[in-house]
């Protein structure tokens, strides 16, 4: 592992620590040429099916893409870093179960979508109005009122 400040190739591990599933390593590293401190993280390469995107183009997973799109959607939400990485990783876990060579994207955005609402409404709101590519103010209006209505269905019926 090279420092990214000088790219000295020797350091050493200060504390590594288990992801809470055990997917992956985090280690905070020490360059022993300047000192500096970094994170590094270790996890399991596998390989992943290919995307199908809705024209029928085929991407290749991208982990950053999805990572990406739900930090786009919990920007400015009280939604930790560690419970995004945390829910990326349980998307990534389902696809890989699967055993398929490609999955539609509909299912992956399907699959986000579950995971913000159960990690914050408004991120789910945010990303069902981009990924739904809702046209006018009653669509998004009907997923709320959709959402509002299974908040309370879970709550025995009463009042939100």
């Known amino acids: 592992m090279r420092c990214p400040f000088c790219q000295h190739g020797d350091d050493r591990v200060v504390d590594s620590r288990e992801s809470g599933d055990g997917s992956v390593i985090r280690r905070r590293r ?3 040429a300047c000192a500096r401190r970094y994170t590094t993280y270790e996890r399991v390469d596998v390989i992943m099916p290919l995307v199908v995107k809705k024209d029928g183009r085929r991407e290749a997973w991208d982990r950053e893409k ?3 799109g739900f930090q786009k959607a919990c920007e400015k939400r ?31 955005g399907e699959q986000v979508m579950e995971s913000l609402k159960r990690l914050d409404e408004v991120a789910y709101v945010r990303f069902a109005s981009v990924y739904r590519s809702f ?26």
């Open 135 to 160: 046209r006018d103010i009653s669509e998004f209006q009907k997923t709320v009122e959709s959402l509002v209505s299974e908040r309370r269905k879970e709550r025995g019926g009463g009042q939100p």
């Open 30 to 32: 020490e360059c022993l």
């Open 78 to 108: 009280p939604v930790s870093a560690d419970a995004i990485d945390d829910s990326v990783a349980a998307i990534e876990r389902a696809v890989q179960d699967r055993g398929v060579r490609e999955i539609a994207s509909a299912n992956v």
């Open 66 to 68: 999805l990572l990406a």
